[in-house]
Every structure is written in structure tokens, then in C-alpha cells.
């Protein structure tokens, strides 16, 4: 395990190897905003586009936020062997396909997957190479503030995104690196330098 303060360089990835970075977090940690600055910060970071059983949410674009498939397409996948990983969530199935991972890795560009704890325990049993850095909240009552602030959700998916937030929480210690999120700019650059390798 890795300390992203001290920076130590987790032990399984060699230097100047395109690396695999892996971000989970609880729900409401943030990991939209860390993560839309990293691509406006590094544009040849290459990131996954998940398959999703769910239905789109306004303004989502298939192919870009998520590749929505029924049900019957995903299952198909995961017999093919096309999934990297993939896990049920809330009702619905989410996967990371394998092959544009891959590809990217092989062209030579940093990968990042943003998906939950059941998919990066996947990802480290299929690629122990990858790093598994998650997202923390300042603290528990920041986490809840900000699920029961935005307003979107009923009562009963908050209180079930706060159970599962928990759980995800609880396995802080099977990450190389955690990262918390006090301000959006500075969690950027740590992960940045966890996802590039180098200092920003
Ligand atoms: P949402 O429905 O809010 O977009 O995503 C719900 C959860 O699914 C989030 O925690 C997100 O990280 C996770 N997720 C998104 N894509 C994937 C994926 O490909 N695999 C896994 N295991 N989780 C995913």
C-alpha cells in the first residue's frame, strides 16, 4: 500500500509504464468534478466508457457518458469475456469493457476507470499492475451534507447511497492510495500525479 502523501510510488508499477488507475469513492465524494478536471489537465489520459444497464439521465449521451445496453447485451458480454469487470449497482449492471483498456494501455496512455468497490477488487485480481486510489470525503457529515443537499434523490436512495457509502468506506485499506477531497484543484493534481506518474 501507498501513502499519497508521502508519494511513495506503489510497488507494482514500473516507472515509464503506462499505468492503470482505478478511482472509487462513496457516492457525493466528488469524483465528477476531480475527475472532469483531470481530463481538461491531461487530455491524453484515456478514460473508460462504461457499459450500463440503467437508463440514461437527462442530458447523457450513449457512447459518451455510458454505452447503454439491456440487460441481454450485457449478459452476453460477460460470457464472451469482453468485460474487464463488471458489478450490480443499485438495480442495474455498470462493466468496464476490456479491449478499448487495452488498446489505450498499449498505445501507451495512462488509463483511468471510475467504478465502484465490487469492480476495483475485479480489476486488482485481473491486473495487479493497476493502482487502486480512492476518493475520501473531508469528513462523514460533509459526505451526508452533500447527498441529502442536492435535492435530485428521494429519501429512500439517499439513505441507501449512505449505506453503501459506508461500506465503501470501509475499504479504504485495500487501496494503494486515498485522497481526499477538500478541494477540487488540489485532490486534481495528487491524482494527477498518481494517474501520470510525475509531478504536475
Ligand atoms: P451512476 O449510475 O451514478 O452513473 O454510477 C453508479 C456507480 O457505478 C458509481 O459508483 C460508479 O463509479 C459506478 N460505475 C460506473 N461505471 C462502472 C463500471 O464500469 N464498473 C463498475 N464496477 N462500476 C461502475
Do not use: C
Not at 499505468?19 to 491524453?44: I, M, N
Not at 449478459?75 to 449492471?93: K, Q, V
Not at 493502482?131 to 439513505?159: H, K, N, Y
Amino acid at each position: 500500500m501507498i501513502d499519497a502523501k508521502t508519494g511513495a510510488e506503489p510497488r507494482t508499477v514500473r516507472q515509464g509504464e503506462p499505468r492503470l488507475t482505478v478511482v472509487s469513492g462513496p457516492s457525493g465524494v466528488g469524483k465528477s468534478s476531480v475527475l472532469g478536471e483531470v481530463r481538461k489537465r491531461a487530455p491524453e489520459v484515456y478514460f473508460s466508457v462504461s457499459m450500463t444497464t440503467r437508463e440514461p439521465r437527462l442530458g447523457e449521451i450513449d457512447g459518451v457518458h455510458y454505452h447503454f445496453v439491456d440487460t441481454a447485451d450485457f449478459e452476453r458480454l460477460i460470457a464472451a469475456g469482453e468485460m474487464l469487470e463488471y458489478a450490480h449497482y443499485a438495480g442495474n449492471l455498470y462493466g468496464t469493457p476490456r479491449k478499448p483498456v487495452e488498446a489505450a494501455l498499449a498505445a501507451g496512455r495512462p488509463a483511468v476507470l471510475e467504478i465502484e468497490l465490487q469492480g476495483a477488487r475485479q480489476v486488482r485480481r485481473a491486473m495487479p499492475q493497476a493502482q487502486l486510489v480512492m476518493l475520501l470525503p473531508p469528513s462523514w457529515d460533509v459526505l451526508v451534507d452533500r447527498l441529502t443537499g442536492r435535492g435530485t434523490e428521494d429519501p429512500e436512495v439517499v439513505r441507501a447511497r449512505l449505506t453503501t457509502a459506508r461500506e465503501e468506506l470501509a475499504a479504504e485499506a485495500e487501496f494503494d492510495a486515498t485522497i481526499v477531497n477538500a478541494d477540487v484543484q488540489a485532490a486534481t493534481s495528487e491524482l494527477l500525479r498518481l494517474v501520470l506518474g510525475r509531478e504536475q
